[in-house]
């Protein structure tokens, strides 16, 4: 593994190219400062203090006047990278940052590949593997709490709940090898039922972290929610109210929905992604009938279903079936029954079951108590509080899906009283692949292709 004495220095904007107010170019490596001193003219980098900002000129080699600009030095091991960093503010723009990173190149330093500075940051022990990618993540955040959730894993707390696994299994192994030492003298140096019982705990721990992945990634991802329903129910209304602008087109003919629409709504710190699907119906219209096979499909991936009918028409059995139907196939997806229309009927109507929310998507009436409901299913459905740690990332996932199977095997290897040197295999399996989650265990392609996913510039 390189230190950060012995990083080249690389150049890039960190902030989005095109027209703004200001940019910021970021230099990080060996001699980072030496190369933006030689084109800066103002105080002279070389000497400053770490973590101060100077006003300068950028110029080049010709002593021309790129930009007047503020440069903030971060000297080793004080920085984000570790590595002596200098991070440029100039105006923004597409010219002047190119004028600036062509004048950077010229002195020495060379363009940074995507991700490069969070990757030389990980490699200098500023970020475990697991807050890195946090980091990429968090710059795509799109809720609140896909942003909380980031921020706890940028924080360590995912980090820290890993390396207490990682003890506790390094803790069995140790016990279980120390027998190994002394096997000519048939001593068991702990008991084994109590390293059962610990292995249990364990196994039930890293199972909720587990379980935790399908509602992390609907957090990340925003909620998949289908408004479904048959022909001029008023699904396409509903979408349009609940966005608060016309999204779809509404019309009295039935039908007129044909493709999937898809749109985004932010309730309480959650993603929900809105999608308005063709009517449900048979019909002779080619066109309908593969608007209605969409319809279908999406409803396979859904996460939330808001059916949609018109009160004024009534529920019927067909609609029932088709419910209870759906519920059977997709228990894990929450469903909510809305009866439309009702500022059409009078003021004493109540639905045909309790748990119908009486709506009007044309005037508004019920759309709050709908987006509470909303809400409500996603919190329900996933135990979701404040304090709950949630896994997000596939490759995370991926890796404590293994640690569980490596567990269970251990806890099969005790249960039939195998030898130590046997229950020692799956543990240390377990533990090899709790260490590629934050970097413990890596290796040269799997960085490289966690890295190769972020911007350039971070």
């Known amino acids: ?56 000129r950028i110029v080049n080699d010709r002593g021309e006047v790129i930009d007047e600009v503020l440069a903030t030095v971060f000297r080793a091991p004080r920085s984000y990278t570790g590595e002596d960093v200098v991070e440029i503010s100039c105006h923004g723009g597409w010219l002047v940052s190119r004028l600036i990173l062509e004048v950077l190149i010229q002195a020495g330093c060379r363009p940074a590949e995507p991700g490069e500075f969070t990757r030389r940051a990980f490699l200098n022990g500023k970020l475990d593997l697991a807050q890195a990618e946090a980091v990429a993540d968090l710059i795509q955040a799109s809720s609140r709490w896909a942003h ?11 980090s820290q709940r890993l390396r207490e696994f990682r003890d506790q299994l390094l803790h069995l192994v140790a016990m279980l090898e120390l027998e190994l030492d002394f096997a000519e003298e048939d001593v068991e140096f702990a008991d084994r039922t ?3 019982r610990l292995l249990e705990r364990l196994h039930a721990e890293v199972q909720r972290l587990v379980s935790s992945f399908a509602l992390g ?4 991802e925003g909620v998949l929610t289908v408004i479904a329903g048959r022909p001029n129910a008023g699904k396409s209304t509903l979408l349009n109210q609940l966005l608060g602008r016309d999204r779809a ?26 999608l308005d699907t063709a009517g449900i119906r048979d019909t002779g219209d080619i066109i309908e009938e593969e608007g209605v096979r969409r ?21 019927t059995e067909e609609e029932a079936r088709f419910l209870d139907a759906y519920r059977t196939r997709h228990p894990d997806t929450a469903v909510l029954v809305l009866a439309n229309k009702i500022d059409q009927l009078s003021p004493d109507y109540r639905p045909p079951a309790p748990d119908h929310l009486p709506i009007s998507a044309q005037t508004g009436h019920g759309l709050e108590r709908l987006k509470q409901a909303m809400v409500q299913s996603v919190i329900d459905r996933g135990n979701l509080t404040e304090d709950s740690l949630l896994i997000t990332n596939a490759r ?15 806890q ?26 934050t970097g413990e265990v890596s290796s040269e392609e799997v960085l490289s292709y966690i890295f190769s996913r972020f911007c350039i510039g971070k």
Do not use: N
């Not at 990080?28 to 030689?38: D, P």
């Not at 509404?250 to 809105?274: H, K, M, N, W, Y």
């Open 412 to 437: 099969e290897g005790f249960q039939q009283r195998l030898p130590s040197d046997l229950l020692v295999i799956p543990l240390k399996s377990a533990l090899h692949e709790l260490g590629t989650i």
């Open 194 to 196: 109590e390293l059962l």
């Open 396 to 410: 995370h996932y991926a890796a404590l899906k293994r640690t569980l199977e490596a567990l269970q095997e251990a």
């Open 295 to 315: 319809t279908l499909r999406t409803l396979e991936q859904a996460r939330l279903l808001l059916y949609v009918y018109d009160a004024t028409a009534g529920w």
């Open 1 to 56: 593994m390189r230190t950060y004495l012995e990083e080249d220095p690389i150049c890039a904007l960190a902030t989005p190219p095109g027209q703004g107010a200001l940019a910021v170019i970021r230099v990080s490596g060996r001699g980072a400062i030496e190369r933006v001193s030689s084109c800066f003219r103002g105080k002279d980098l070389r000497t400053v203090s770490s973590h101060t900002v100077h006003f300068g």
């Open 249 to 274: 087109i509404v019309s009295a003919i039935p039908g007129t929905t044909r493709d999937v629409i898809e749109d985004q709504l932010q309730l309480d710190g959650l993603l929900f992604r809105l």
């Open 148 to 158: 909380r959730v980031c921020i706890e894993h940028l924080e360590g707390r995912l």
């Open 217 to 220: 990634e609907t957090i990340r």
